[in-house]
């Protein structure tokens, strides 16, 4: 039984390795791949639209001032074929976002995987950046 | 350990369907095992008349390598958890020898031996397309993408079929793209007004649907015309596509695209792509201009 989980290991390992991510293909235009982020916040305002969705929250710096983030993700379709619904995450959640940031030096970011605090359970952001399509 | 093997095959081929707006349904006509499970394999449906019939959703089943581009991305991979939630990824084909190079997403030519060779014309435009970050991409700016981008979506496409008309209808951008197979000829190459789509008169030669397409907006008409991949690599107005579609078994569909333009490119080359049949799902409706900020946040417009 060995094989067999080494099998299953292997067919995990497949589906988890290189998601393909519906995409905009405009990353490389707007985000920087060289400026990771990781930021936990609250959500104050999501826009399920097309052709991206974006989600913003209130990170309080060590300072204790707040500073509101944007972040582009897929656009729906991308996004429920990633799991997502768009109950997933609510205004007033608290999120932790892995995210690249806007070439601009703006307070905008590319996010690539977003984890609900209150489930724990991490979700694929469906954007341009997380593979190569 | 056979059952084994089978049973994952299964989760695999389970894990690629896709959930979306519309309830699950089962469609009926679909060849299925006792667990009703699609027989991919199983013969493909032809119509009255004896054609294949390609009507059905469509799923792109081949792979890309990693883009250069996004090379700075400290990507999920090997990261291991199962907590992170993916996009179903579409299970690949076995390989097939008498395939052309199958196209590639980013840059088209990639696994074309020796790549596509460029005319210095076309080597300048797509220069200039990267110098700027492929920021005109069609795709990009809610605009028809493109024969070959189109063709290598991931989103799905459902192709329609009748007896004198063919329509492939893709869910990104809405694209619709009309093929004519009631016997009529092209309109002489230069002669109609160009569109992003061409036209298209389709024939078949046995068993393939040979499409030809001309009469297309190149990329003289603007910056997000005549794009065949994400780094801009261009056809022109003088460009002729000719696509072999063939459905060898139920869930199998083989696109071999010819292109011709020679002011592109030095010879014209043949890539294919390989899509899955995609069953009991429906594309999910994408209107790509609802919320379209990117050239407002780029700063160019």
Redesign the interface.
Known sequence: MN??RH??AA????????????????????F???K?LKLTGTVTKL?W????TWFFIDVKGEDGKITNWGFEMG????L?????TRNSMKVGDTVTVEA?R?K?GSN?ANA??VTLAST?????A?SS????? | MKAAIVVIAITVSFAVSLSAQWPKYSEPGIPRDAQGQVLMDAPAPRTPDGKPDLTGDWLRADRDPRPPELSGIAAEQGRGSRAVVVEPQVQQFPADADSPPLATFWDIGTNVPGGVTLTPWAADVKKKRMAIDSRENPDANCLPMGITQFHMQPQPRKIVQTPNLIVILYEANYGTRYIYTDGRKLPPQGDPQPWWYGYSVGRWEGDTLVVETNNLRGAESGPSDGWLDVRGTPYSDQATFVERFRRPTFGKLEINVTVNDPKSFEKPFTVRINQRFLADEEPIEAVCNENQQFRVRIKVD
């Open positions: 094989t067999l099998l299953i067919v995990l390992g497949l589906l988890v390795a290189s998601a393909p991510v519906l995409a905009h293909h405009s990353f490389a235009a707007e920087d791949a060289s990771p826009e639209t097309n052709p991206h656009s729906p379709n991308g429920m074929r990633a799991g997502w690249s806007a601009d905008n690539r995987t724990g359970k991490t979700l694929f469906a950046q997380t593979e190569g399509r």
